[in-house]
C-alpha cells in the first residue's frame, strides 16, 4: 500500500518541476529582476525536497541561474526561503 504522504512529495517534486518549466516558457513576460525571483524560489522549493542543506540547495539553485546567466543568489536568500518552507 503506497504510503500517502510519499505520494504527496512526489506529485510536489512534480508540480515544483513542471513549474519551472512553465515559467521559462514565459520568462519574457516578466521583468528580469521578478523573473529571477521567481525561478530562484522555484529551485530552492524544488531541491529543498531533496536535501536540506541550505549550502547544496544554494549550489544548485546558483548552478542553474548561470547556466541561464542570471545573477546568483545568497545563501541569506535561500535561507529564509527555507524557514518559509518549515513553516507550512
Same mark, same amino acid.
Given at each position: ?19 519551472? *518549466? =512553465? @515559467? /521559462?516558457?514565459?520568462?519574457h513576460k516578466f521583468k528580469p529582476k ?6 530562484? $524560489? ?20 546558483? *548552478? =542553474? @541561474? /548561470? ?15 527555507? $524557514? ?5
Amino acid at each position: 500500500m503506497p504510503n500517502e504522504e510519499g505520494e504527496k512529495k512526489i506529485m510536489n517534486e512534480k508540480t515544483q518541476l513542471e513549474f519551472i *518549466e =512553465i @515559467l /521559462e516558457s514565459i520568462r519574457h513576460k516578466f521583468k528580469p529582476k521578478s523573473y529571477r525571483f521567481l525561478l530562484a $524560489e522555484s529551485l530552492v522549493s524544488y531541491h529543498y525536497t531533496f536535501t536540506k542543506s541550505a549550502t547544496e540547495i544554494k549550489n544548485y539553485t546558483n *548552478e =542553474i @541561474l /548561470e547556466e541561464k546567466n542570471i545573477n546568483a543568489v545568497s545563501l541569506g536568500f535561500i535561507r529564509n526561503i527555507i $524557514e518559509e518552507k518549515q513553516e507550512d
